[in-house]
């Protein structure tokens, strides 16, 4: 066992600011041309890309791995931090060079910076060709066509009912076994940070039997996790008169029947109690007990929650308008607690040197840390944005090695307790979902527990991917639990 466990990971600050991308597979159907799209940032945006992708099949492209051999390449962007949208600048330079040689090239921008930026984007990266905003992917096989024959083309018209809930994504990068499902688009809070409203559009809830469906036909293909999606799914809320939450809380009296968050939750675990179900990302001030006595009464509900914090003081967090304080949000982790448990896993997310924190209140995120005990946490230093709130209206004061040096500690906090939490696991039995081989040896399986932790099992060469298997739990590091098959 000593000889797999790895030591702990400790992300640097520079990696935690830094965006991951992921690339289509090649996929050979026998269509004419090939696609190439590169996808930046959130879950939400891979999840837009498979929708990307579909749209595109039915005009005519198959996917590829490889950019040189693509018809069309697209960049589905991120502009949550600066350094995201320098990342996809470099990578427009480099494609220069690819279509220096293939001038029949097409290139397109999508998702939030194409949003942000609109036809500027045109006029600063002279190789892209069409522009393409988050609401209006039904347009690109036009958009395209028309590039191909020389002209540019820009669509970021931004939608109030958009869910594409017709649309059946092309899985991409796919384990088939576990899937995410887009449950809501855009966002109605107005975190003074953010740029995700501005992008992304206001909040709309896709139709429940649409994404009921979905999953059906995701378990009748073998796959067994359905991760539900969203920017805040606890807000998620839809009749069937109107999906946009703003005018569905005017005409609340109006309408005929609405489904909200938990009725949905309970709508997809009864499909099989052999589909495990998660979701993400849950705000804070939306996740209702009702939700949470929802997950207790499904087992194959994942117990585990993506909670947000962003700070753990007040002061900040309201300059940040995330309308809670650290009292409420300590509250919702004690119904937690209560409801679901010791075991229920938490993770968050944090920024460090937000507009004039002092260095008591980034104490107080520390210590906020401390009580919760999150097994995870996704963790960056502030970045500030064009256009949001918290650009028009604070400095960004808090000098770029101060912001460092406290996310360094946020850091190195999450990590003495993402390995505490996981030594508790330590001896206890648990049912873990074999998602494939580990990426270190085909000896060992990697599976995920009910909490979302990664679990290592020797490969006994009987069990397969899409396995549920009760394992001990032997040994941990901060990022992995070790186990055995408990006969
Ligand atoms: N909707 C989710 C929520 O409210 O928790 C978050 C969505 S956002 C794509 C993911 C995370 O990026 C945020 O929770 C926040 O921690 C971080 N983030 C957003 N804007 C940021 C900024 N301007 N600088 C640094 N981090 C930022
Ligand atoms: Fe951004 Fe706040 Fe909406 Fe999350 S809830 S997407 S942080 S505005």
Redesign the pocket.
């Given at each position: 066992m000593e000889n797999i466990i790895k030591d702990i990971d400790i992300i640097s600050p520079e990696e935690a600011q830094a965006c991951d991308f992921k690339t289509t597979e090649e996929e050979n159907t026998g269509k004419s041309k090939k696609l190439y799209i590169e996808s930046y940032g959130c879950q939400m945006n891979f999840s837009d890309s498979e929708i990307v992708a579909s749209i595109m099949k039915e005009n005519g492209f198959d996917t590829t791995s490889d950019f040189e051999q693509a018809d069309v390449i697209f960049l589905n962007t991120c502009s949550i931090r600066e350094k995201a949208e320098q990342t996809v600048r470099n990578r427009l330079n480099h494609f220069n060079s690819v279509k220096k040689n293939k001038p029949e090239l097409t290139i397109g921008v999508l998702g939030c910076m194409a949003e942000r930026l609109k036809d500027k984007l045109l006029e600063e990266e002279k190789i892209v060709d069409v522009v393409v905003g988050p609401d209006a992917y039904r347009d690109l096989p036009n958009l395209v066509a028309s590039a191909e024959e020389g002209n540019k083309g820009v669509n970021t018209f931004l939608s109030r009912e958009e869910t594409y809930a017709d649309i059946s994504p092309v899985r991409l990068n796919s384990n088939g076994v576990t899937a995410f499902i887009s449950i809501m688009r855009g966002?109605d809070?107005?975190?003074s940070f953010?740029v995700?409203?501005f992008t992304r559009g206001r909040e709309r809830s896709r139709d429940p039997h649409s994404i009921v469906n979905e999953a059906q036909e995701l378990f009748e293909k073998g796959y067994r996790e359905v991760t539900l999606l969203g920017?805040?799914v606890d807000s998620y809320k839809w009749s069937p008169e109107e999906n946009n939450k703003a005018r569905l809380n005017k005409k609340e009296g109006e309408v005929s029947k609405v489904v909200n968050f938990a009725n949905l939750l309970e709508m997809v675990a009864l499909i099989d109690p052999k589909l495990r179900i998660r979701f993400s990302?849950s705000?804070p001030k939306d996740i209702t007990d009702e939700v949470l006595y929802t997950m207790k009464k499904y087992d194959n509900i994942c117990k585990y929650i993506h909670l947000p914090v962003q700070s753990g003081n007040s002061r900040v967090l309201e300059l940040m308008n995330r309308t809670y304080d650290r009292e409420w949000y300590l509250d919702r982790v004690r119904a937690i607690r209560k409801i679901l448990g010791e075991e229920c896993g938490i993770s968050s997310d944090m920024i460090a040197g937000f507009c004039t924190e002092t260095e008591e209140e980034h104490q107080d995120t520390l210590t906020l840390m401390d009580i919760v005990k999150y097994d995870f946490s996704y963790m960056f230093y502030y970045s500030e944005r064009p256009g949001t709130l918290a650009a028009k209206k604070f400095a960004d004061d808090i000098p770029l090695e101060i912001k460092k040096r406290r996310l360094a500690e946020i850091i190195e906090k999450q990590n003495q307790l993402s390995l505490e939490r996981n030594k508790l696991d330590i001896g206890k039995i648990q049912e873990i979902l074999i998602e494939g081989t580990s990426k270190r040896s085909e000896a060992q399986l990697k599976g995920r527990n009910s909490a979302n932790k990664v679990v290592i099992i020797p490969n006994d060469g009987l069990l397969q991917k899409g396995d549920y298997v009760q394992v001990r739990i032997l040994d941990c590091s901060a990022a992995t639990l070790f186990g055995e098959i408990a006969s």
């Open positions: 966002c809070n107005m975190c953010c995700v409203p920017q805040n990302t705000h």
